[in-house]
């Protein structure tokens, strides 16, 4: 009978000690304003209608269309922080240079996908936006992730919109629990976010056992491999708010809403659940392109005058 009683103090223990290890923020936080919006992955962005992700005219898009926004944030080699997902600009412009290693001038004379659009900076970001919508900031930890965490708060120190931060790397979603404990925080994860991990780290961060450190509000999981004991038991048991990425399908979508997730989409537009908004791609694309001339004429900066398409068929 000790044995047994043995037995079971020490499976309460370890219990209690998963639990301690994989749970949010206490108290938790308040996403109450987030839940009304989707959110546009990179922006609302179709580069084969001459719209590239993470570029201001995705992010334009966006706010038109109403939606919230997703997008990623690194450091060129002097220190600006631009908004751009991959290390290296191969795959967006064609050429095989990292942004790490360029200066935000050397940066600008490319283009993304072959059209007019340039990586933009953080702060032309802010200034399109206006807080007219909420944002999912993503830290890259490719370099210097205490310069970019500390440049990216003062940025956001005088934004008056609604905005959290997630990072893959627990050091950053780490500093902002020690630095600014107010500002909602995400850990993302997904299976094998770097290719260089050992299967013992890839086993941590995926069962979400770096929580202990980071404490994060959310966690940002891919849908594909969500379903785990960890994920299932944060969210169920201890309250962790769920957002899940990046929905390509009205059924995961869908899905993802049922159960209270904050969703990232692209590839469509999530218009089904919101009756209020009856216009597609090309109709936002339009009513840019229309502000835009509108804008040139009266001297004023684009997109500043409609929040949203519904805004802009009053207008």
């Known amino acids: 009978m000790t044995i047994v009683f043995t037995l079971l103090a020490a499976a309460a223990v370890i219990l209690l000690l998963w639990l301690w ?4 923020q206490l108290p938790r936080a308040d996403f109450t304003a987030f839940h009304p919006f989707d ?4 922006g609302l962005h179709d580069k084969d209608k001459g719209v590239p992700e993470n570029s201001l005219k995705a992010f334009e898009l966006a706010v038109r269309g109403g939606f919230g ?4 944030l690194q450091l060129t080699r002097d220190g600006q922080i631009v908004v751009h997902h991959d290390l290296s ?6 050429v095989d240079r990292n942004i790490c290693d360029m200066t935000y001038e050397e940066l600008s004379g490319y283009r993304l996908f072959g059209t007019e659009e340039r990586v933009p900076l953080f702060s032309q970001v802010l200034e399109l936006v206006e807080g007219r919508t909420p944002l999912i900031i993503e830290l890259k930890s490719y370099t210097r992730q205490e310069e970019l965490c500390q440049k990216t708060m003062e940025q956001l120190e005088h934004y008056r919109g609604l905005y959290c931060v997630e990072s893959f790397d627990p050091r950053i979603v780490r500093w902002f629990r020690k630095r600014f404990p107010r500002v909602i925080r995400g850990q993302l994860m997904c299976r094998l976010p770097r290719e260089d991990m050992t299967k013992l780290e890839d086993f941590i961060g995926r069962n979400l056992l770096t929580n202990w450190y980071t404490r994060p509000h959310f966690e940002a999981y891919d849908f594909t491999t969500r379903r785990n004991p960890s994920l299932r038991t944060a969210r169920r048991v201890l309250g962790m708010q769920e957002v899940s990425w990046t929905l390509r399908s009205l059924e995961d979508y869908k899905a993802a809403k049922e159960e209270g997730c904050l969703c990232i989409f692209e590839k469509f537009l999530p218009l089904q659940t919101d009756p209020r908004k009856k216009f597609t791609f090309s109709d936002l694309l339009a009513d840019s392109a229309k502000a835009a001339a509108v804008c040139l004429r009266c001297g004023e900066p684009q997109g500043k005058k409609s929040s949203s398409w519904k805004n802009a068929q009053k207008s």
């Open 21 to 24: 290890a994989i749970g949010p």
């Open 39 to 42: 959110y546009a992955h990179r």
């Open 69 to 72: 926004m997703e997008f990623d």
């Open 89 to 94: 600009i191969s795959r967006t412009c064609g």
